[in-house]
């Protein structure tokens, strides 16, 4: 049923009665969380300050949206009529908009709104990221037509009331009637992706406003509305692509419906009318220079795309003279004993640094602990130091002559694990020798590092600075320094020569072309410009990948696929928001084990994940329960050592003989989605068990939860495994009849299925995600998955390849979760796509017999188009 208008003349309120509510329509806007009644603020700021902190806690916006409201007051009012305004924030700070929501405020002794005096009763602030508001607003609009009705809205009627009167279809009001053009008119296409819409409806209204001699009207079907008026443009309901007519009569019409037209033919939300990046072809790489000149030129090999052009920072080698003999070995031991500890603890500083921008490829630092925790490397250096020499020395000689030996080998993935060696001997010989390991990169100015070779704790430390650019002597692609130099974004070439950094004057400018895999110093002045061209057009695009990262990842064919992240602790959450990602995929708990010396209390588990949730609000949280054991060792629990340590006692096999701290995680967990529940949020929450081998462990795990869902009486949440060791993908069509989801963890399922540790500095490498046999346990898993109407997730550094993610989502895989910092471009690339070619390219990987030839044929992505 409509609300009827009310009678000018009655002379008793309006009251609500059963039959005013309205039949909701298929996605309800408003919810009693979404309105706060009697509310007695001084000001409008007070309103707004209200409203922005109901949007952050219901996690619409992803930080402080009261100052991008008062930014649009500024502009505009967003006073509609009879007390009723709709606050929103500026076009700019659509960025900072999660999800669409709306929140109500009522203010029964009413707060001036404008410099003109209007009162406001009723503020509705709107938070939008699309057009699925415009049904709650085209009914608002027609509400607040209703003189009364709009007053006991913002005065007495209660928040189930409101909510009621507002989640409906929209309300007919003699606005909406049949009406005839005016004499001047013309025809124009909504282009704004969000319609006619609160921004847009405001900027017309103004627009219109400035032709006061002047009666302006717009019709979309048989639907009219005074220009003029924000409310009733807003009755209308026009969307993208609709098509509305301008008509205008008076002294300015035609001058009137040009300027109007005009404005909506280019946008008017201020973002649909700029389409500079339209010839941007996500499926295309930069180019490389051409026939670049300059000083000196030479070859390298490509180790992170890019491009930069920038004054050079040489860094310079560091020569440290040992003294080899000692005379109390005792002493020796000790400091070689103390030395570990503060070189492990460093690493592991460099490990959380690095989680905020590049969670996966922090497991580098984990590797180099592991190292020195080497029973082998520290047996061999006790030797020497008994032989009378000193800590330091014996240290490097034993750690150079294992890098010696990898650096002989031919496989270039061992030559590269050899930088590992000369980097965890060199942290423990400065921590000996009272030196740090920090290095004074410039701070104050754009810089390409030229080294002779750099180690991944050095490359760590470059996150944050105005570094452009990296080009080594030595190293190969596939060192962890190229590894670190791509999650951070930083353009790299490696493996340059020996000789070009002799080549190198004071003050030189140098470009660094991947793409070309070449360095030039002192470029001439034609290079330059050249540089300067495609330093632009790789800009422009990383500009277009952020601009389109809020999109929905759609394929040309509408395909939807979910990019979430993969995080490690609160603070990383933000940037998960700010890169577009849907949600979490994987929450490591590890954080909480790893960084404790003390078991984590249930208040302390419980906090943590507060936070998380505060900022996500109903977003998709996959908490994976503790992964310790393998190479996470924790130092308050007992973990007898392993021969394998991988094969051994990890993640749910650890938490089965741990039950304990098992339950304890649990019900930090349920608690958690029980305050979410308590604050009218929805629990976005679901639970995830790793390493799960056999049926029995998954019904083992989900026993658990359940009894403590119970016994707490918290909401139900999903269920799901992590799908890492084959066993779990061969029966997986068994698992996906009983679990919620499955996720795949592509790190251990390539080592495990391969037999080869991905991160193990010794261990013959060819861990590739690429691998065909790796790529059908997937598909199997993906299968198993759909007979069954399960999602499949893949989660880990497999998903982050822009090659590899059209691949898995060709398989089937409807959810990829990766670093935050890689969704934008991710996103870009599958919004570029057809999915049913997709499907066909995987298909034909499936069949070949090797990684090399899958390689080869994602290396062209046009047939993907």
């Not at 090797?850 to 992505?861: C, E, N, P, T």
């Amino acid at each position: 049923m409509s609300l009827t208008k009310t009678p000018q003349n009655t002379e008793t309120p309006r009251h609500f009665q059963p039959d005013d509510v309205m039949a909701t329509t298929d996605r309800v806007l408003l919810s009693s969380a979404d309105v706060l009644t009697q509310k007695f603020f001084t000001n409008k700021t007070e309103v707004l300050k209200a409203i922005a902190e109901r949007m952050l806690s219901r996690g619409f916006v992803a930080a402080d949206y009261s100052s991008a409201m008062l930014a649009r007051e500024d502009k505009v009012s967003t006073f509609l009529v009879n007390g009723v305004a709709i606050p929103h924030g500026t076009s700019e700070a659509k960025a900072l908009v999660v999800r669409t929501g709306l929140v109500v405020v009522q203010l029964p002794a009413g707060v001036i709104w404008n410099a003109k005096g209007d009162v406001v009763n009723l503020a509705v602030g709107i938070a939008a990221t699309g057009t699925d508001h415009l049904d709650l607003l085209q009914t608002l609009t027609g509400v607040v037509l209703d003189e009364a009705l709009a007053a006991e809205l913002g005065t007495s009627a209660s928040a189930e009331q409101i909510v009621a009167c507002l989640n409906g279809t929209p309300v007919e009001t003699d606005n909406g009637a049949v009406g005839e053009d005016l004499r001047h008119k013309s025809t124009v296409t909504l282009i704004d992706s969000a319609g006619l819409h609160a921004r847009p409806a405001a900027e017309l209204a103004e627009l219109a406003s400035a032709y006061a001699g002047t009666e302006l009207r717009l019709r979309k079907g048989a639907r009219i509305a005074n220009l003029k008026s924000m409310a009733e443009l807003l009755s209308v309901g026009a969307a993208c692509g609709d098509s509305v007519t301008i008509s205008a009569q008076g002294p300015d019409a035609p001058a009137a419906v040009d300027q109007l037209v005009t404005a909506i033919a280019a946008g008017l939300d201020g973002e649909t009318g700029d389409h500079s990046n339209a010839e941007y072809d996500p499926l295309a790489g930069l180019p490389a220079l051409s026939n670049p000149l300059g000083r000196f030129v030479t070859d390298g090999a490509p180790a992170s795309p890019g491009i930069a052009l920038a004054e050079v920072y040489v860094l310079e080698t560091q020569q440290v003279t040992l003294v080899q003999a000692a005379n109390d070995p005792d002493a020796e031991r000790a400091l070689l004993s103390a030395a570990l500890r503060t070189a492990i603890q460093q690493l592991e500083q460099l490990q959380l640094e690095l989680t905020q921008g590049a969670v996966d490829e922090a497991a580098i630092f984990r590797a180099q602990c592991q190292l020195l925790r080497d029973e082998s490397l520290i047996a061999a250096t006790v030797a020497l130091i008994n032989a009378g020499n000193a800590a330091a020395w014996s240290w490097q000689q034993v750690l150079m002559a294992q890098a010696d030996q990898l650096s002989a080998l031919s496989d270039p993935r061992l030559k590269a694990r050899a930088a590992d060696m000369v980097d965890v001997a060199r942290t423990v010989v400065n921590v000996l020798n009272h030196q740090s390991n920090r290095l004074d990169y410039p701070t104050d100015r754009d810089f390409i590092l030229l080294a002779s070779e750099l180690s991944p704790s050095q490359t760590a430390q470059l996150g944050g600075l105005p570094i452009k650019a990296i080009c080594t002597e030595l190293g190969g692609p596939n060192s962890h320094m190229a590894i670190l130099a791509r999650a951070l974004g930083i353009p790299a070439l490696v493996g340059a020569g020996a000789d070009f950094l002799t080549q190198v004057r004071p003050g030189d400018w140098a470009i660094v072309d991947p793409q070309g895999a070449q360095l030039v110093l002192a470029p001439d002045a034609e290079t330059r410009v050249q540089a300067d061209s495609l330093i632009a057009q790789w800009q422009k695009s990383q500009a277009y990948e952020l601009g389109q990262k809020d999109q929905p990842t759609e394929t040309l064919d509408g395909h939807r696929v979910e990019l979430v992240c993969n995080i490690a602790q609160p603070s990383d959450t933000p940037g998960v928001l700010a890169n577009g990602g849907d949600g979490v995929g994987l929450l490591r708990t590890e954080f909480l084990f790893e960084s404790s010396t003390l078991e984590p209390t249930i208040e302390e588990q419980v906090a943590a994940l507060t936070e998380i949730v505060s900022c996500l609000g109903e977003r998709q949280l996959v908490v994976r329960t503790a992964d310790i054991g393998g190479d996470k060792p924790v130092s308050w629990l007992t973990m007898p050592a392993e021969e394998n340590p991988f094969l051994g006692v990890r993640g749910i096999r650890l938490s089965f003989r741990n039950e304990a701290m098992f339950n304890n995680q649990l019900e930090a967990i349920y608690r958690v989605a029980q305050w979410q529940a308590d604050q009218g949020i929805s629990p976005g929450i679901h639970i995830m068990f790793p390493m799960i081998a056999t049926l029995a462990e998954w019904r083992k795990a989900r026993a658990m939860a359940e009894a403590i869902q119970i016994r707490l009486a918290a909401p139900i949440l999903p269920l799901g495994i992590m799908v890492e060791v084959p066993s779990a993908a061969l029966l997986a069509d068994h698992f996906a009849r009983e679990v919620d989801f499955l996720s795949i963890g592509s790190n251990d399922l390539t080592q495990y299925t391969l037999a080869m540790d991905r991160m193990h500095p010794q261990l013959a490498s060819e861990a590739d995600s690429y691998n065909p046999a790796l790529l059908r346990l997937i598909a199997m898993t993906v299968q198993a998955g759909q007979a069954h109407g399960k999602w499949v997730g893949v989660c880990g550094n497999m998903a982050a390849d822009p090659d590899l993610a059209c691949l898995l989502v060709g398989l089937g895989v409807s959810e990829l979760s990766i670093s935050p910092a890689n969704v934008p471009a991710i996103k870009t690339l599958l919004r570029s796509v057809v999915y049913s070619k997709l499907q066909d390219k995987a298909q034909r990987a499936l069949a070949l017999p090797d990684a090399a030839d899958v390689r080869r044929l994602y290396a062209d992505r046009t047939d993907l188009l």
